[in-house]
């Protein structure tokens, strides 16, 4: 009974020296609140900017020069991100629009570049819109401008693409105006339009004189415009120009037994 009454007396002289312990310790503080950075201020009926920080003016410039065109292209005069004043693509969008979805989509391709080959920010390839743009507004191949506009419009329409363009971009990095870049498209329409491969083969043989796959590609045309005689012609100056072209002479074989 002693023993159990002593017992009794640890325990509680034990939760009094808990309880002192507790009176004494200090409150806790109340959680401080962290300052937060202060968003962007965004005018009224505007979205936040999607550019880069920075001299975005800079970037603009950049931005126009790697299209080839001027600021009013895409934003017009006064007031042209106003959707009643901002010039439209062909689709009928605004070029505004369009041209903030390239921006985000650039940002996404250098992200997944970056995460693609797993290197630094600063030792990887960047994609801009001089990648594809090259100095032109709308990124397509001078083939398949010239396969578009002989298809909807003709040989005479094809041609006069193909110089419009030249006259106003050789030498830049644009197009390719060398003499195979004509080559593959004109034996594609061969088969569907033969008046425009030939029209754009006889061009290409007005720049490139001494190009024997042009004559190559131009006798086939020519076949499949049923001038077989023309084509004969055509390959002989090729063998004239190459003597040990086989594709060439195997052509003329052909043609020769179908005489």
């Known amino acids: 009974m002693r023993q159990l009454f002593y017992t009794w007396v640890l325990v509680a002289g034990a939760m009094m020296t808990t309880g002192v312990l507790l009176a004494q310790s200090p409150a806790p503080a109340s959680p401080t609140a962290v300052p937060q950075a202060s968003a962007p201020t965004v005018p009224p009926g505007r979205r936040p900017s999607v550019l880069p920080p920075g001299d975005r003016l800079a970037y603009m410039r950049t ?17 042209g ?7 439209l693509t062909t689709a009928g969008r605004p070029r505004v629009e369009v ?26 390839t960047r994609v801009s819109c001089a990648t594809c743009h090259r100095g032109v507004p709308i990124p ?9 506009a002989a298809i909807k419009q ?4 094809a041609v006069a693409q193909y110089q419009d363009l030249r006259s106003r971009f050789y030498g830049r990095q644009a197009y390719d105006f060398g003499e195979m870049a004509l080559i593959p498209v004109t034996e594609r329409l061969a088969n569907v339009r033969p008046d ?21 590609s131009l006798a086939y045309a020519l076949t499949r415009g049923r001038d077989y005689q023309g084509a004969i ?3 002989r100056e090729a063998i004239r120009l190459d003597p040990a072209n086989g594709v060439a002479k195997g052509m003329l074989a052909q043609l020769d037994q179908q005489r």
Not at 140 to 148: E, G, L, N, R
Request: charge should be negative.
């Open 233 to 235: 012609e055509m390959l």
């Open 140 to 148: 397509m191949q001078i083939s398949d401008i010239v396969w578009q």
């Open 196 to 216: 425009a491969a030939i029209a754009l083969l006889r061009m290409n043989l007005d720049f490139h004189p001494e190009s024997v796959q042009s004559r190559i």
């Open 99 to 124: 041209a903030r979805e390239m921006f985000l989509m650039v940002d996404r391709l250098n992200a997944t570049i970056q995460e693609a080959t797993g290197k630094p920010a600063s030792d990887v």
């Open 81 to 87: 991100n106003t959707p009643a004043t901002a010039p």
């Open 63 to 79: 931005v126009a020069a790697a299209l080839g065109v001027e600021c009013g292209y895409c934003h017009g005069g006064r007031g």
């Open 154 to 157: 003709g040989a005479e329409a």
